[in-house]
């Protein structure tokens, strides 16, 4: 296993289009965690997964924001009606259990227009 | 609410140097985890080092090593033997999970240059 990767690695899009990110954990990790991080600030916690089960939500989270994991192995994370203040890194890692090391991926960068 | 304060945005540090990063915190809880971990250049974040709160021994990982003050909130990270390659962006993170709720909070990072 060669660790946590996500798919695309960049994305532009114009302001107000849908836009859909992967993550592919490590293959034994049932907990899956969503970040997002802004220029000059640290991560932000978005949201994470127990298996297939979404159990905790930041109030980061708007209603634009939807993530998904549904066999209990790579998620999806979609942004709908995309605003110029959503572009940031968007950031998976991944765990056995919450209090174990979390193993992060390289990111999606985007960029709104 | 959990806050995580990193005062120093950038530092330098001479190679084979040993430099210390602050990181302070504040909660009510009495059990947590703090670690801290390390971004470079266009590359993926990775765990340094983690320190579970009901540890009074400090945790230690090769040349890096924490200061962990429980009463002060505080969790310092000191690198040893500096080298070019611990050029990076560290990040001081706190973790709890009560009952379900799960917060992970990170610091705003500091700059660690290491000069050759």
């Known amino acids: 296993d060669t660790g946590v990767s996500q798919d695309p690695r960049h994305k532009i899009t114009k302001r107000g289009q849908n836009v859909t990110f992967r993550c592919d954990p490590i293959s034994e990790h049932n907990r899956l965690y969503w970040y997002r991080q802004t220029l000059g600030q640290g991560p932000e916690f978005l949201t994470y997964?127990?298996?297939?089960?979404?159990?905790?939500k930041s109030r980061l989270l708007s209603d634009r924001f939807s993530a998904e994991r549904p066999k209990g192995s790579f998620s999806t994370l979609e942004i709908q009606r995309t605003e110029q203040g959503d572009s940031a890194m968007y950031l998976c890692a991944s765990s056995w259990e919450t209090t174990d090391t979390q193993y992060f991926g390289p990111g999606t960068r985007l960029t709104v227009l | 609410a959990q806050t995580v304060t990193q005062s120093q945005p950038e530092m330098s540090v001479q190679e084979a140097e040993t430099v210390t990063l602050s990181c302070t915190y504040d909660t009510s809880e009495s059990n947590y985890y703090l670690f801290w971990y390390k971004q470079p250049p266009s590359r993926q974040m990775i765990l340094v080092i983690r320190?579970?709160?009901?540890?009074?021994q400090n945790a230690t990982e090769n040349r890096f090593s924490v200061n962990f003050q429980k009463a002060a909130k505080s969790f310092s990270l000191k690198i040893s033997d500096s080298q070019l390659g611990d050029t990076a962006m560290y990040f001081c993170a706190f973790m709890k999970q009560t009952s379900g709720t799960y917060k992970y909070i990170f610091g705003t990072g500091t700059r660690l240059k290491v000069l050759a």
């Open positions: 997964f127990q298996n297939e089960a979404q159990l905790e």
């Open positions: 320190q579970e709160a009901y540890k009074q």
